[in-house]
C-alpha cells in the first residue's frame, strides 16, 4: 500500500541547533501538509505544500516539496525549547481524501 | 469560536465491549475525520464523513463504524473491543473544497484515550 516513510525517528539537539526531518513517498502526493504535536497533545496544522519545488518559510521553519512530489522535508533553524514536539507529514494521493501520515520525528532538546 | 471539541477524554473498557466517541467540529466546518494514534506512531485514518455520509474508509474493520448528524458533529462507535483498539482517538475537521478531492488543514481536538482491558 502506500506509505511515507519518515525519519529520523528521534533527533536530540542542543538548543539553538538546527533540526531537520525527512518525508519520502512511495508514490507521488497530490500535496503535503505538515503538523507538530506538543508532548499530550494533539495534532495543529502548520503548512500544505502543493508546487513541486515549492519551498515556504515560517519564521525559523523552512518547508520543501520536491521536484518530483516525493519528498518533502521540515528544517528548522537555531532550535528553541517551544520547538520540543512530534514533527508528523501527511500526504495526499490523487483525489483520495485520505491524508497518509508519517510515523514522525521527535525534536527532544538535550539538557 | 469553539474548535474541535472530543468526548469522553478518556475512558476505560474491557474487551468484548462497545464505545462511542463524540465529535464537535470547529464552527463553519462541513467534514469530519477520524483517526486512531497508538502510543509513538502517526495517526491512521479510519474514515471521513461529508453531508451524513462516509466518504472515505482507511484500512480498519467493519467494528469501527460511524455516524453524521444534520449539524455535522459526528460518532465513532467500535465494536467487540480488542485490546490493540487501545489508542488515542483524534477527530478532525475540515472544510470541504469545491475541488474534488482536495484535504485542507485539519483542526484536530484534543482526542479520546481508550484503554481496552
Known amino acids: 500500500g502506500q506509505q511515507v516513510m519518515q525519519i529520523p525517528q528521534y533527533q536530540h539537539v542542543q538548543e539553538g541547533e538546527d533540526f531537520t526531518t525527512y518525508c519520502n513517498s512511495s508514490?507521488?502526493?497530490?500535496?503535503i501538509q505538515w503538523y507538530k504535536q506538543r508532548p499530550g497533545g494533539h495534532p495543529v496544522f502548520l503548512i500544505q505544500?502543493?508546487?513541486s519545488g515549492e519551498v515556504k518559510k515560517q519564521k525559523r521553519l523552512t518547508f520543501q516539496f520536491g521536484e518530483a512530489k516525493k519528498n518533502s522535508s521540515l528544517h528548522i533553524t537555531a532550535t528553541q525549547t517551544t520547538d520540543v514536539g512530534t514533527y508528523f507529514c501527511?500526504?495526499?494521493?490523487?483525489?483520495?481524501?485520505?491524508?497518509?501520515w508519517g510515523a514522525g520525528t521527535k525534536l527532544i532538546i538535550k539538557p | 469560536d469553539a474548535g474541535v471539541t472530543q468526548s469522553p477524554t478518556h475512558l476505560i473498557k474491557t474487551r468484548g465491549q462497545q464505545v462511542t466517541l463524540r465529535c464537535s467540529p470547529k464552527?463553519?466546518?462541513?467534514?469530519v475525520s477520524w483517526y486512531q494514534q497508538a502510543l509513538g506512531q502517526g495517526p491512521q485514518f479510519i474514515f471521513q464523513?461529508?453531508?451524513?455520509?462516509?466518504?472515505q474508509r482507511g484500512n480498519f474493520p467493519d467494528r469501527f463504524s460511524g455516524h453524521q448528524f444534520p449539524n455535522y458533529s459526528s460518532e465513532l462507535n467500535v465494536n467487540a473491543l480488542l485490546l490493540g483498539d487501545s489508542a488515542l482517538y483524534l477527530c478532525?475537521?475540515?472544510?470541504?473544497?469545491?475541488?474534488?478531492?482536495?484535504?485542507?488543514?485539519?483542526?484536530f481536538g484534543e482526542g479520546s484515550r481508550l484503554t481496552v482491558l
Open positions: 508514490t507521488t502526493l497530490s500535496n
Open positions: 464523513y461529508y453531508e451524513e455520509e462516509e466518504r
Open positions: 505544500l502543493v508546487k
Open positions: 478532525a475537521s475540515s472544510f470541504s473544497s469545491s475541488v474534488q478531492g482536495y484535504t485542507g488543514e485539519l483542526f
Open positions: 464552527s463553519g466546518h462541513d467534514t
Open positions: 501527511a500526504g495526499q494521493v490523487d483525489s483520495n481524501y485520505q491524508l497518509i
